[in-house]
Every structure is written in structure tokens, then in C-alpha cells.
């Protein structure tokens, strides 16, 4: 005896209408067309390039000629050459001041914008150096701060104080580029950890305010706790981008004072396309290709990004 109701009757024949679709139009067939473009270039333009640059980092290469199959002597030479060690310790250098200004910077902008304002010019003027390409923001601090006619210089020597070589220094020239970088990026930083700042829910403040908790003790025990899966998405990307640092060293100190600046990603461009060592300088590719992705999975690993304490 059917004793279904007419209301029951219809919302089965509606689910049957529903998983009786045409083959043509199956949610994978629709998902296909959005991944294959995207599958198509990651092959094109990350995944062939990198096994070709694998295959030349056991060549001896040049645009001149054929590559030589050699073997691991790139590696060996690789690893008894000082400039390159040299300039490892140095893009080291530059990564640790970029990364702790930069995060230190852009998490104190996000929390403030969140707990004070969220106007969307405000916003906008803290991204307006990041919209700067990177050769324009480095030639205008090299103007800024140049030793001679540099505006920062000129206001120095009015105050009575010491000119100062900032890209001209051995002890300088990195800590400056690294300040020039910060400067440009930290607005684009504190819009991801704003992002992040918007997930973490209301009452969790306003339970912790009940409390007695200031806000300095809810910053480091809600806010920062909160923010992990954020903040290691915000670091893998920061110390991927520093470690690959170029453009700014390219048109400012160029390497110099006495490699004091020449990064691994110069140096690489130096080998390949200043020296024809293409194959030499696809084997420092490779070195760093491994740097920055076990340093990724430690990041990963230790703040356990997967985690999130909302869940």
C-alpha cells in the first residue's frame, strides 16, 4: 500500500531528475574544462622548464653549442666554489632581516587596522608601494639614499650627522636593500594577515574581555594562536620570495661592494647569462630549488599549518 503523500512523491521524483544527468553534463566533465588550461600551462611553463634545467645542471652549456653530458662536476664545483657559499651566507642574511621586519611589520599593521578601522583607504594607501614595481621602488631609494645628492643624505648632513653609504657599504648595502624590499611589501603582507584576522570570531575576544584580559595578553593568546595556519601561509610565501631576490639588487649595488650583495639568484644570473655557464648556473638552480622546498616543509611541519585551534 503506498502511503507516501504527494508532497514526499514529488521530492523523490525530484532527486531522481537530479542524479539522472546527461553524461555531457557530469561535474567532472565542467571541472575538466577549468583544470586542463591551468594543468596545461603548470606543464608548459613550470614543469618542463624544470626538468630540462635538471637535465642541463649535468651538462657543460652553452647558447653556443650542444650540451656535454658531464655528470655531477657542476655539483662538485658547486660545492668548492666561495662565491657561491659566499653568496648563500648573504641571501641568508637578507631573508633573516627581511623576514622578521616584514612579518613583525605587517601583523602590528593588520591588528591595528582590525581593531581600529577597516576603511577601504586605508587599505588602499597601505597596498599603494606594493602596486610599485620592483626596479621603480629600488631606483628611488637609490636616489633617496644616494651618498652625494640623496634627499635622506642631504637631511642627515643638515641635522649635523655623518653622511651614510647606504647601497655603497659592505655592511650596508644589504640591510638596505632589505629595508627597500620591506617597505614595498609589508602592505601586501598585512592584507593576508588581515584576511586571516577576519576569520577569528567576535565572541572569542568578547569572552576573553569578560575575563579581565587585556588586550596586549589577548594578542598573544588568541590572536597569535589563531593566526598559525595564516601566518605559515604568509611565511612560506615571504621566504620563497626573499630567497629569490634579484631585481632590486640588479639595479641598485649590482653585487658590489666586493660581493658583499651578490644573492644566489644574481649570482645565478651572473654564471648563465653574463659567464655562457648554463649549465653551472642550472645546478645552482637546482641547489636552490631544494633549499626553498625543504625549508617550506620545516615551516609547514612546525607552525602545523594544517591545524587550526577554531576547529
Same mark, same amino acid.
Given at each position: ?24 553534463? %557530469? ?28 637535465? #642541463? ?39 633573516? *632581516? ?20 577597516? %576603511? ?16 621603480? =621602488? ?28 647606504? #647601497? ?73 620570495? %626573499? ?32 659567464? %655562457?655557464? #648554463? ?11 631544494? *633549499? ?12 602545523? =599549518? ?6
Amino acid at each position: 500500500m503506498d502511503v507516501a503523500t504527494p508532497a514526499t512523491r514529488q521530492a523523490t521524483k525530484a532527486t531522481a531528475r537530479g542524479t539522472d544527468r546527461p553524461p555531457g553534463k %557530469s561535474d567532472l566533465g565542467m571541472a575538466l574544462v577549468f583544470i586542463i588550461p591551468a594543468a596545461v600551462g603548470f606543464l608548459v611553463f613550470y614543469v618542463y622548464p624544470s626538468i630540462r634545467g635538471f637535465y #642541463f645542471s649535468l651538462t657543460r652549456y652553452s647558447l653556443l653549442g650542444q650540451p656535454h653530458f658531464i655528470g655531477l662536476a657542476n655539483y662538485t664545483k658547486l660545492f668548492q666554489d666561495k662565491l657561491f657559499w659566499n653568496a648563500l651566507v648573504v641571501t641568508v642574511e637578507y631573508v633573516a *632581516i627581511n623576514i622578521v621586519l616584514q612579518t613583525i611589520l605587517a601583523v602590528g599593521i593588520a591588528v591595528l587596522m582590525h581593531r581600529l578601522t577597516k %576603511s577601504t583607504l586605508v587599505r588602499a594607501v597601505i597596498l599603494l608601494p606594493f602596486l610599485i614595481s620592483n626596479v621603480i =621602488a629600488a631606483l628611488l631609494w637609490f636616489w633617496l639614499l644616494d651618498y652625494q645628492i640623496g634627499l635622506v643624505n642631504e637631511v642627515m648632513a643638515g641635522l649635523g650627522l655623518n653622511r651614510v653609504t647606504f #647601497f655603497g657599504g659592505e655592511h650596508t648595502a644589504i640591510p638596505t636593500i632589505a629595508l627597500v624590499n620591506v617597505w614595498r611589501h609589508m602592505g601586501y603582507t598585512a592584507l593576508l594577515v588581515f584576511a586571516g584576522l577576519q576569520t577569528i570570531p567576535s565572541y572569542v575576544y568578547e569572552a576573553a574581555s569578560v575575563d579581565g584580559s587585556t588586550e596586549w595578553r589577548s594578542f598573544w593568546r588568541i590572536t597569535l594562536p589563531l593566526l598559525r595556519p595564516i601566518l605559515a601561509l604568509v611565511m612560506v610565501i615571504t621566504v620563497t620570495g %626573499s630567497f629569490q631576490v634579484f631585481d632590486t639588487v640588479a639595479v641598485t649595488t649590482r653585487g658590489g661592494p666586493v660581493n658583499a650583495s651578490r644573492v644566489i639568484q644574481y649570482y645565478i644570473v651572473q654564471k648563465g647569462f653574463a659567464e %655562457s655557464q #648554463f649549465g653551472y648556473a642550472s645546478a645552482i638552480s637546482v641547489i636552490l630549488f631544494l *633549499i626553498l622546498a625543504t625549508v617550506a616543509l620545516v615551516q609547514l611541519r612546525l607552525l602545523r =599549518a594544517g591545524d587550526s585551534d577554531l576547529a
